[in-house]
C-alpha cells in the first residue's frame, strides 16, 4: 500500500504531458493539471430510479485553459438532467452547482456502505438533487481508446452504486431510490475526431437493499474518424458487484434498428433549441449486443422509449458534439461459467457524435 | 379463402393512395407493357401503367398482352414479404415469364421495385399477412422462424447462426412481425455497427425509400386540429363563434397542407411538435380564406357539408372568417417560446407573402367572373391558381415548414417555389377535374358547383378557345347568369360542350404533364436536402399528383 501511495503522489508532482522518459501518462488517471486546451476529466452520474419512473444524469467536467489565453486555470462545468415518466426531461445549463468534496467511488479510501453526499442544482434550484450515495460493488479495470496519433480517452467505471435523496423537477418534489454508475474519464481529445461512441449500462434494479445487483453491465463502443482499427469496443458483466467478464473488442457486437421519433428527443440545455443548432442525427431505437468468450455470452436487448440531446460545444469545429442519454427497457441474458441468467430492467445508453463534418 | 388476382389488385390500388412514389416509378419502369397475370390459384388478372398510374384487374384476363406472367402461390406469398432473403424467392417452376425480351425485363423490372419498395410498408404487410399465413408454405416458414426465434431466446447463446447482434437482432424481432407489433408505417431495416472488426456509424440513417402518405396525412392532420381545438378559446360566444371556428376544422379533408408543413420540418431535421402549431396557424388562414371563399362564390357545400354561410348566414360566417384570420396571427407569434425570435419572425414574413398572394390570385378571378371574361391563355391561368391556390396549398407550407427546421436562407426555401408551383397548379386542375366528373361525395362540393359559380378553369379556357363562336356566345352567356338563376341543366350543357371538344382531356393530359415536370423539379431543385424520412414524406406528396385516380 505505501508503494502505491508514493507512486501516486510522483505521479501528481510530475503530470504526464512532459514526462522526461517519453513513456506516456503515469497511471491510468493522474493527479496531474490539465494544461491543453483538450485535456478533459470528468465524474460522470447516472441513475435509474427502483421503480423505473426517474432518471438522473449527471456531468462534472474540468477542461484545461482555452488555447491562445493568459488564463491558464482549468475549467470547470457540471450539467444535471433529470427524467420522470409525466413531466418528461429537466435539465439545467452548464452552470450547475455542486457539492464538494465531488462524490466519486474512485476517491479512496472508499468503504462500501458508507453514504456521502452528492447534491446538484440549477442556479435556479430546478433541476436539483440532494443525494446520498454509496457502493456497493468493485470497479471494473480501467479501459482506453488512441486515436488520431495523439488523442486518447481513458474510462473506468463502476456499477451498483446506490442513491437515496430527493429530487426537485420541474414544480414537484420527489424522494426516490436510485440504482446506478459512476464513472471516471480522462484524456485528451477534440471531438471531430472522438468521432461518435454508444455506451451504456443496465443494472438489475431488483437487488434487496444493502445487496449489491445480482447482475450488471456496461457497454462501450468508440469510433473515431481517422481511421480503422482504432475503434474500441467491450462488454463488461458484474455479477454481485464483482467483475466477473470482460469481453473484448473483437468479441462484441453491436446492431440497431429503427429510430426514436423526434418528438421523443429533447434539446438540453434549453438554450441552444433557440440559437439556430444543427439537427442531430435520428437516435436508434433498438439496440442490441452480443458478446462471447468461449462457452461465456450475454446478449443485451434495448428497447429506447425517450433521449435528451445535451449540445456540448466542440472547441475544434463548428458543429457541437452532441450526447444523446436514451432511456428505455431493456433485458439482458446469457451464462458465464455455466451459470445461466436473465434480467428484465431498464438502462441508460448513450448515443454520441456529430462534431464532424463542418 | 383469398384470391391471389384480388390480393394482387388490392395492393396496387393501395400502394397508389398510400405511396404515389413507388407506383409512379413502377409505372414508370412498365411502359406501354401490358401484362396478364396467372396465379396458382387459378385466378387472373391484367396490369398496365397509365402515365404515373398502375391498374390493376383482378377480374378480366387480358386478350393480347405483351408479357405473360405467372405467380404460384409461393413465390406470390414471397412478393411483399421483407422478412425473406430474396435469394429464398427464386424456386423452380413458381414463377414464369413469357413475351418479348425488352418486354420481360420492363416487367422484371417494375415487379422488383414494387417487391423492394412496397414490402417495407406496414399497409401492405396488413394485406399480405393473411394471404401468407393461407398459403402451406409460408406456414411452414413461419413455424420454422418461430421455432428458431423461441429455440433461441433465452436458453441457447449466440452461436455462428446468431452472431453478430445484427442477426440477433433479426431473428428475435424479425422484421414483419415488428412493423404489424409496434403498427410504424415503415420498415426501419437494421443496421450492424459493430462485429468485432467492422464498424457502421449510428449516425447513418437507414435508407428510407419512402414512407405511408395516407397514413401520415391522417395522423398529421388529426395531430394539427387536436391543437387547433385544444387553442380555441372555450369562452362565449361559443354557439357564434368558437364552435363555427372548430366547424371546419373538424370536417373531413386530406390533410396536405399539415403534411407539407411538418414533412419539410423533418426533412431539415426539425421536431414533429415544433411544426404542429405552425401547420395549426396555416390551416386556420386557410379556413378563413374558405369562409369567405364560400361566401364570394356562393358555393352550398364544403368537404360534404354545407358552407358555413349556408348553415349559419352570411354574417356570422363573415366574422367567424375574420376571428380565424385573427386568431392564425396568434397561434403564429406564439411560436416564439418554442421556436425562438429569428424562426418566428421567418414564418411571420412566409405567412404575409403568403395571404398576400392568395388576395391577389382572389382577386384576379373574382374580377373575371365580375367582367364575365374568359382568359384566352393558359398561362393567365396559371398565374391566377399558383397565387390563388399554389402558395397556400403547397409552397407555403414547404417554406414554413423549412423555417420551423431552421432553414431561413432565402436561397434555399426559394429551391421550393417552381417545383410545387407545378405540382399545385396540377392539383388544381385535378380538382377542378373532379368537380365535373367525380363524385359528389367523393369531392365534397356539389357536383358541377365550379360551373354553376362560373369559375374559369383550364376546362373553360379550352373550350371558349376551341367552340364554335356560337357556342362561345352561349356559354358567355350562362358564365352572365346570376349563381341563383343558374340551374342544373345549365351546367350540363357546359359539361357537355366541355366534352365534345375535348376539354376534360385536355386537362387530364396538362395536369400529367405539369406534375411530371413538378416531380422532376422536386428532384433536382431539392437535391441538397439529403435523403431522410421528411424527405421522402415530400417525395410521397409531389408523386400524389402525378398517381391520383381521375
Known sequence: ?358 | MIRAATIFSDTIRVLASSSPAITAAAAKQLGKVTVGLHFGDGSDGSLMAKQSRLLADGKTRLKEPGVELYFDDHALAMLFDASERPSDQVLEKSLDMRGKRDDLLAVWRCFQLLSQRASGLRAIHMIWSDYRTQTRQQKDSAAALNARVDGSGYTNGPNKEYWPALSWLNKRHPAAQEIIAREEPILMPARLLWDGSTSGSWQDTAKIYDTDLQSTMQTFKMMVADEILELLPKTEPKRDLYDLMADYVTREGKGLRPTLVIATCLAFGGRIKDAVRSAAALEMFHNGFLVHDDIADESTHRRGLPTLHEAYGAGLAVNTGDAMHMFAVDMTLSNLKSLGLARTLAIIQEILFMCRETVEGQALELGWIRYNEVPDKDDDYFVMSNKKTGWYTCISPCRIGACVGGCTDPLKLQKFDEAFRLIGIAFQIQDDILNLVGETELYGKEALGDLLEGKRTIMMIHLFNHAKSSVVKRMTEINAMPRADKEQSLAEEMLHEMHKVGSIEYATALADKLATQGVKRFEQDLEFIEDNEGKALLRQVANFVTTRAL
Open chain 1, 1 to 358: 500500500m505505501e508503494v502505491l501511495v508514493i507512486m501516486v503522489s510522483f505521479s501528481a508532482d510530475k503530470g504526464y504531458s512532459n514526462h522526461p522518459t517519453g513513456l506516456g501518462p503515469d497511471g491510468p488517471f493522474p493527479r496531474a493539471a490539465l494544461t491543453h486546451h483538450l485535456d478533459r476529466r470528468w465524474l460522470h452520474y447516472a441513475f435509474l430510479s427502483r421503480d423505473g419512473k426517474c432518471a438522473m444524469v449527471a456531468n462534472a467536467a474540468w477542461l484545461g485553459p482555452p488555447l491562445k489565453s493568459c488564463d491558464k486555470r482549468e475549467r470547470f462545468t457540471t450539467i444535471l438532467l433529470l427524467h420522470d415518466d409525466t413531466q418528461g426531461w429537466h435539465a439545467s445549463q452548464f452552470n450547475a452547482d455542486i457539492s464538494t468534496p465531488h462524490w466519486s467511488a474512485f476517491a479512496l479510501p472508499h468503504a462500501h456502505d458508507r453514504p456521502a453526499r452528492l447534491d446538484i442544482a440549477a442556479p435556479t434550484k430546478h433541476p436539483k438533487v440532494a443525494l446520498k450515495l454509496w457502493r456497493s460493488s468493485r470497479p471494473c479495470t480501467s479501459q482506453s481508446a488512441f486515436f488520431a496519433q495523439h488523442q486518447h480517452l481513458r474510462w473506468q467505471s463502476e456499477t451498483g452504486v446506490y442513491g437515496s435523496g430527493e429530487i426537485h423537477i420541474g414544480k414537484s418534489r420527489k424522494n426516490v431510490e436510485f440504482v446506478g454508475y459512476h464513472e471516471r474519464v480522462r484524456g485528451r481529445w477534440g471531438w471531430p475526431d472522438l468521432g461518435e461512441w454508444v455506451f451504456g449500462f443496465a443494472n438489475d434494479l431488483n437487488a434487496p437493499p444493502g445487496k449489491p445487483p445480482e447482475w450488471s453491465g456496461v457497454f462501450t463502443f468508440i469510433r473515431p474518424v481517422s481511421g480503422k482499427a482504432e475503434e474500441q469496443a467491450s462488454f463488461m458483466l458484474w455479477r454481485k458487484g464483482r467483475l466477473v467478464r470482460h469481453f473484448p473488442r473483437r468479441n462484441v457486437s453491436f446492431a440497431v434498428r429503427g429510430s426514436l421519433s423526434r418528438d421523443d428527443v429533447t434539446m438540453v440545455p434549453s438554450l441552444p433549441g433557440l440559437l439556430g443548432t444543427p439537427a442531430a442525427s435520428m437516435v436508434p431505437r433498438r439496440l442490441m449486443i452480443t458478446a462471447i468468450l468461449g462457452n461465456d455470452h450475454v446478449v443485451l436487448d434495448f428497447d429506447g422509449e425517450t433521449a435528451a440531446r445535451i449540445v456540448i460545444p466542440s472547441e475544434t469545429s463548428y458543429k457541437p458534439f452532441s450526447v444523446h442519454e436514451v432511456l428505455g427497457g431493456c433485458h439482458m441474458h446469457g451464462e458465464v461459467n455455466g451459470e445461466k441468467f436473465q434480467i428484465e430492467t431498464r438502462g441508460i445508453v448513450e448515443f454520441a457524435g456529430g462534431a464532424t463534418h463542418d
